[in-house]
């Protein structure tokens, strides 16, 4: 069972990237996917949400109308799109997967770094 994030980099302020997250080794579109992040000497900030449908998404309200997520079940596939990138979403992003939003989280990725710097 894999969760294998890329897309990551490094940014000026007001760039964007478009994160991915590969899933492997179970059945992805049972799962809603989570993504998440961890910025240097801070706690974990959850940031969006995916059903795993694809047709229901939650966002932070720190990353609303700037971050965008969504999913390709053929693909086995995550999205997340950064834009509008700010100093304050650079972090270390993770996802992960749970069969639903009342359980825990049964799988995670190893993360893919954003870095805003100008």
């Known amino acids: 069972v894999q969760l294998v994030e890329s897309g990551g980099g490094l940014v000026q302020p007001g760039g964007s990237l478009r994160l991915s997250c590969v899933a492997s080794?179970?059945?992805?579109?049972?799962?809603?996917i989570t993504w998440i992040r961890q910025a240097p000497g801070k706690g974990v900030e959850w940031v969006a949400d995916?059903?795993?449908?694809?047709?229901?998404?939650y966002y932070a309200d720190s990353v609303k109308g700037r971050f965008i997520i969504s999913r390709d079940n053929a693909k086995n596939t995550v999205y997340l799109e950064v834009m509008s990138l700010k100093f304050e979403d650079a972090a270390v992003y993770y996802c992960?997967?749970?069969?639903?939003?009342?359980?825990?989280?049964?799988?995670w990725g190893q993360g893919t770094q954003v870095t805003v710097s100008s």
């Open positions: 995916i059903n795993r449908g694809g047709d229901s998404t």
């Open positions: 992960a997967a749970r069969q639903n939003y009342l359980t825990p989280y049964d799988y």
């Open positions: 080794g179970f059945t992805f579109s049972t799962y809603s």
